[in-house]
């Protein structure tokens, strides 16, 4: 079983920065893609980002192109989504998944596990 934690929410200005970082333990495969996904009340979950574990190659929603930027820390088995220029639009419960297999998914049913998520609110 992979537990997936997140940590790094919170309430931030809009334009202002902020980090989350998902750490996994348990049975991690070794070549898992993780990804960050979001999700608000009126939504359904949303793709934001993704990373392959070998290689690190990313895809982004077109969204967050060029304000959010995800990298991982293989050594620590931890994946971070860099949140700049934060818009209003951007606040949601926002969770780290990881799927098995090499491909780097974008739809949440192709990821076998999830964090509990963490709150990210951005004030206009």
């Known amino acids: 079983q992979v537990q997936l934690v997140e940590s790094g929410g919170g309430l931030v200005q809009a334009g202002g920065p902020l980090r989350l970082s998902c750490a996994a333990s348990?049975?991690?495969?070794?070549?898992?893609?993780r990804g960050w996904f979001r999700q608000t009340p009126e939504k359904e979950r949303e793709f934001v980002a993704a990373i392959s574990w070998v290689g690190g190659r990313t895809v982004y929603a077109n969204s967050v192109k060029g304000r959010f930027t995800i990298s991982r820390d293989v050594a620590k088995n931890t994946v971070y989504l860099q949140m700049n220029s934060l818009k209003p639009e951007d606040t949601a419960v926002y969770y780290c998944a990881a799927a098995r297999g090499i491909s780097i998914p974008t739809r949440a049913g192709e990821y076998d596990y999830w964090g509990q998520g963490t709150q990210v609110t951005v004030s206009s």
């Open positions: 348990g049975r991690t495969f070794s070549d898992s893609p």
